[in-house]
């Protein structure tokens, strides 16, 4: 039983979005419908394409984000808050809170390690990064996870193997990473709406979808981010909504296993 529980936190923090501290009004973009966005599609090569769409994509040090949340494992929902804080390329700190605020989990998140604390079950989770494998394909990493929470392009699917084409006022880009198919939609901003990978040999889909910008510090990011996932016999639903973002201040990441709890089985 401990360890259901753990595994579904351990998903949570795995696909989950964003962070924040102080409760601000967020800023909503209004997206072009009509681009010189395609631009990266007319471009002279594929290089270029991937520069022009790269130059797009949101650059921080640090980002902190609240997002209400509603999840869906396996047919079981709950509705919670995510507050993330994420050091680029080091660090994912999560902490899951329910009614009333009162903090249920806390996850930390690094290129090689996924760490969980269970506070409704005094119980901890400390797996390599690998574990998530379990739920997604061998292609994901922490640089994913990273890139997902922000409304980035994957890293690796930008990349001069992929296929780059116009789509009315959209730009698309088709690939395969090893044995996972990848299809992103990209709008007239050349920001991502859509992330689609499969696996079929192993039974795994990631559809990641991105809604109503938002602007702070000059970035541009989804303020709505709806995830499905499964795998295997696991299916995975988790519909976040921002309150508050913020970049680049400085950030502590609390995390300590108390002496008291046990290892899940």
């Known amino acids: 039983m401990r ?14 979005v964003l962070s924040a501290c ?9 997206r072009p419908a009509t681009a010189d966005s395609s631009a990266a ?3 002279n090569s594929v290089r270029e394409k991937i520069s022009a769409i790269r130059s797009k994509q949101v650059s921080f040090n640090t980002f902190t984000g609240k997002a209400k949340t509603k999840l869906d494992i396996n047919g079981k929902g709950n509705d919670v808050t995510l507050n993330i804080r994420i050091n680029r390329d080091q660090k994912i700190w999560i902490s899951i809170t329910a009614i009333a605020g009162i903090e249920v989990a806390r996850a930390q ?18 797996k390599p990064f690998s574990y998530i494998y379990q739920f997604a394909g061998r292609q994901v990493n922490f640089k994913t996870v990273q890139a997902l929470l922000v409304g980035n392009a994957i890293p690796e699917t930008l990349n001069e193997q992929a296929d780059i084409t116009a789509e009315s006022n959209n730009t ?28 079929q040999a192993a039974r795994q889909t990631l559809q990641v979808t991105n809604n109503v ?7 541009i990011i989804p303020s709505q981010i709806d995830i499905q996932s499964t795998a295997g016999d696991k299916q ?3 519909n976040l909504k921002y309150n508050t973002v913020e970049f680049d201040k400085p950030l502590e ?12 089985n």
């Open 109 to 126: 998140i690094t290129p090689d390690s996924i760490q969980v604390i269970n506070r409704l079950q005094s119980v901890y989770l400390k």
């Open 172 to 199: 698309v880009i088709n690939g395969t990473l090893q044995s996972v198919v990848y299809k992103l939609l990209l709008g007239a901003d050349l920001k991502v709406t859509q992330t689609n990978l499969t696996n």
């Open 3 to 16: 360890k259901n529980i753990l595994n579904s936190l351990a998903i949570i923090c795995s696909i989950a």
């Open 213 to 219: 910008f938002i602007q702070e510090n000059g970035r």
């Open 236 to 238: 995975i639903k988790a």
């Open 41 to 43: 599609v007319k471009s």
């Open 253 to 264: 990441y609390p995390f300590s296993i108390p002496k008291s709890y046990e290892p899940a």
């Open 22 to 30: 102080k409760s601000k009004k967020l800023t909503q973009v209004a």
